[in-house]
């Protein structure tokens, strides 16, 4: 059979309207995510302290990790994968410190973090949206998408600096 012939299609038949109702998913799981990403930071007051006490150890142990150091007695979930993407988000936390705003190295690590985990959990839900696309139809696919924007859990996930938003991305991918 030709290859002009085969029945099966390589995109799925995206028109405008289930374009721009993707759109908006996408514009509404951005909106939640980046709503309370700064939420927690340090502060002026307690510039060493975040409301979420696993990430300043994660990004000291990321750091560790980068100069040879290891803490033999102590576990952190997350993988080296994970603690590289740490450091590297320390590193251009430093570079962009005046446009992030923290009021320490620390919180900007942090925030530019969250920010990489929110696009991590960005990236997921429109894959998951393309995914459903292929195996069913564009509205499964934009159904699937919403559900996963609209879910708690992953809006908040993509709010810390945790592992979970860059391992649903790999695992869907």
Known sequence: MPQSELPLTITPPWSRGWRAALLLV???????????????LPTAAHPAWSFHPDEAFHLD????LAAGQLIAQHFQYGGT?????LNACYRYA???????????PLANAILFARYCACVF??????????????????RTGVTAALLLALAPAHVFLA??????????LLATL
């Open 26 to 40: 996408m514009a509404v799981a951005a909106a939640l995510r980046l709503a309370g990403i700064e939420w927690g």
């Open 61 to 64: 142990w990321a750091r560790r």
């Open 81 to 85: 994968l994970h603690y590289t993407l």
């Open 94 to 104: 430093t570079l962009l410190a005046d446009h992030l705003g923290g009021v320490s």
């Open 121 to 138: 959990s960005l990236l997921t839900v429109a894959l998951v949206a393309h995914i459903g696309a292929r195996l069913f139809d564009v």
């Open 159 to 168: 709010q810390n600096l945790r592992p979970d938003e860059l391992s649903g």
